[in-house]
């Protein structure tokens, strides 16, 4: 089955830590996002990229970090400088411009 | 830059009509997109409108005035399981992006 996964689905995170969040698909996309969304908020943009090997920062970068070595991987690492993190992360991915597909999600929970 | 307006809450009852309205100020406009999200779960496309008017997709439609900067989503025949979050979306960046709207939260009453 061709989509968009994300491990882990839930993921708790001590004070100081760096932690990466997975997102894979096999949908043959260029395009990647990944969005944080707090409780009963809509969607913040972190990062964007269109193609391999290049990224861009979305609205809300600061303490987060990306990287797209292939097409199918956008992993996401949010980092110790990022000081409040408990959030919902999205990624999704896009062909067209008009559709982006989302994963399942992780929920991150510092601790 | 971008920024969208929706409605925080809708509520409705089963069987009924519902209109959510989406108001945006963009620098360039790409069309406008609608996502659904269950509480807990991820976005779900919807519809996508680039030109003026309707586009019906079953119970949905999607209906867009750009000289307005302005959009909506009917959701028909209102059922339970329609409960849930309605996001509006536009392309920013040239086209690079997309922004989100804040979020509708529609309730469905018995």
């Known amino acids: 089955d061709g989509g968009i996964t994300q491990s882990p689905k839930y993921l708790f995170r001590k004070e100081g830590q760096n932690v990466t969040l997975s997102c894979e698909q096999n949908?043959?996309?260029?395009?990647m996002y990944w969005y944080r969304q707090d409780p009963g908020q809509g969607l913040r943009l972190i990062y964007y990229s269109q193609i391999v090997n290049d990224f861009q920062k979305g609205d809300i970068a600061e303490g987060y970090s990306v990287s797209r070595e292939k097409k199918e991987s956008f992993p996401l690492t949010v980092t110790s400088a990022q000081k409040n993190p408990t959030a919902f992360y999205l990624c999704a991915s896009s062909i067209q411009r008009d559709t982006q597909y989302f994963g399942p999600g992780t929920r991150l929970t510092v601790l | 830059g971008q920024s969208l307006e929706q409605p925080s809450e809708v509520t409705a009852v089963e069987g009924a009509i519902v209109q959510i309205n989406c108001t945006y100020q963009?620098?360039?406009?790409?069309?406008l997109s609608w996502y659904q999200q269950h509480d807990g779960g991820a976005p779900t496309f919807l519809s996508y409108?680039?030109?003026?008017g309707l586009e019906e997709t079953g119970r949905f439609s999607s209906f867009l005035s750009r000289s307005d900067s302005y959009g909506y989503l009917l959701l028909q025949e209102l059922q339970m399981k329609d409960s849930a979050s309605y996001f509006c979306a536009v392309r920013d960046n040239y086209g690079q992006n997309f922004v989100f709207g804040p979020g509708t939260r529609l309730s469905v009453l018995p």
């Open positions: 963009t620098s360039g406009f790409y069309g």
């Open positions: 949908l043959n996309h260029d395009a």
């Open positions: 409108n680039a030109l003026d």
